[in-house]
């Protein structure tokens, strides 16, 4: 504390007070309010509280609070006090109150909005930047999805000194990395490639083609741009992963984990490699303390109903991507699936990305389509062919008798499938099921 300058000094006797009052008030944690005022009172109170500490980075479109969460398990796993934004405020202000409340950290592991990551960057000085994937999200409230491309490319031409982990798979974030002198390459598949089927550099149509299992494969018959070598090739299943070097020798093989789905073996293989680059060499160790991570700030989380004698997996999709990711996940099943769209600020406003989600793969035969934005959402589901029905108020749907006998009738049910963007999940998540 002695180090920090006066102003941080007072930034943070001010989110103190702030923190206080929310709860006394029963307003919420205060923390991004308190966040703002901290960098009001100190606009270097960023730069002042990460220096001397080990940074690392996550940023990108989906898996960024499940990466996050992960490396910081590992860290943690090690004996390390490690300062993290765990339930995702991943702007500014909110990773600032991150830093505030664990001053006595080492470590800081923090997710990074898109838009936002050039800036942090700048100003925490970070050993190992992470780079998940880039597509559309909330174009009412960031930018283009190249434009954020074209930002992080140049955030990382200034910060040459930075450990790099980035998805081969993705044309985008390979524009951004590629000439980056110290980038670990990871390649595991991405099924979403809408947002990049023409080339970053030129603008040419790519190439893209399947890679005998092995991710994808994808190049410009224009110019030079083509996917990177792989440092790693991670083959994710659901329920685990295996990880192998480039030449094909095994690091990891069949690693078996609690989270769902191959996404979150991929996110795993990410958190490993950043780790290790932090200086956590085995891996093998290092997957000890995240194997049996089951939920991340709710999501796959089981909320057991006792009125219906079932439990609710609560998911969150945000985005087209996101939603690809989770219907795979449950197109398999026959469970019933409740989606939930709302359009809020943190949503973004504009719902016409459910034409681009496929959800003619889902197998359920009992939906239920909810939200602020339910006309919307029954109307794609319509042209999909479903027979669904309207609950346009979630926080009665679980009372509703009808929902509760639909339910109830169906034999040798495992659970329901809840699938919300963020402010419904948030709310649905907040919610006391009876």
Not at 20 to 48: E, H, Q, T, Y
Not at 130 to 142: G, I, P
Not at 230 to 251: E, I
Not at 341 to 358: F, H, Q, R, T
Request: hydrophobic share 45%; aromatic share 8%.
């Amino acid at each position: 504390m002695s180090t920090l300058s006066f102003k941080t000094k007072v930034g943070l006797r001010v989110l103190q007070i702030v923190r206080s009052l929310s709860r006394m008030l029963k307003l919420g944690s205060g923390s991004v309010i308190g966040g703002r005022l901290l960098l009001l009172v100190s606009k270097n109170a960023l730069n002042d509280m990460s220096k001397g500490k080990s940074v690392v980075l996550v940023s990108g479109t989906n898996g960024k609070t499940t990466t996050t969460a992960l490396i910081s398990g590992i860290i943690t796993g090690y004996g390390n006090k490690v300062a993290t934004n765990a339930l995702g405020a991943n702007m500014e202000a909110g990773i600032a109150n991150s830093l505030a409340i664990s001053l006595d950290s080492s470590v800081c592991v923090f997710e990074v909005d898109e838009h936002w990551l050039e800036e942090i960057m700048g100003k925490t000085a970070p050993q190992v930047v992470v780079l998940l994937n880039l597509s559309r999200d909330q174009l009412d409230r960031t930018t283009e999805v190249r434009v954020l491309a074209q930002r992080w490319k140049k955030a990382l031409s200034e910060n040459l000194s930075v450990k790099v982990v980035a998805n081969a798979d993705d044309p985008l974030v390979a524009f951004c990395a590629s000439d980056h002198p110290s980038t670990t390459w990871i390649s595991g598949g991405n099924r979403w490639l809408t947002d990049a089927i023409s080339c970053p550099n030129c603008g040419t149509n790519l190439k893209i083609e399947s890679n005998n299992g092995t991710g994808i494969k994808y190049y410009c018959s224009n110019c030079n741009f083509a996917k990177p070598n792989p440092t790693f090739n991670v083959l994710a299943k659901d329920g685990s992963f295996s990880v192998a070097m480039a030449d094909g020798d095994d690091l990891l093989k069949d690693i078996k984990i609690s989270l769902p789905g191959s996404f979150n073996g991929l996110n795993s293989a990410f958190a490993l490699i950043a780790s290790k680059l932090m200086g956590n060499e085995d891996l093998s160790q290092s997957v000890e303390h995240i194997t049996n991570i089951k939920e991340i700030a709710g999501r796959y989380s089981l909320k057991n109903v006792a009125s219906l004698g079932v439990g609710i997996r609560m998911m969150l999709a945000k985005n087209p991507a996101g939603w690809v990711e989770a219907l795979n996940l449950i197109s398999s099943d026959s469970n019933p699936v409740i989606f939930a769209i709302n359009a809020e600020i943190p949503d973004g406003k504009d719902p016409s990305w459910l034409y681009d989600v496929p959800f003619e793969i889902v197998n359920s035969k009992y939906v239920v389509a909810a939200g602020k934005r339910v006309l919307d959402l029954a109307t794609r589901l319509a042209y999909a062919d479903f027979i669904f029905e309207v609950a346009d108020d979630y926080h009665n749907l679980f009372k509703s008798t009808n929902f509760i006998e639909q339910i109830k009738a169906i034999q040798g049910l495992e659970r329901i499938d809840l699938i919300a963007n963020y402010s419904a999940f948030q709310d649905l998540l907040k919610m006391e099921f009876v």
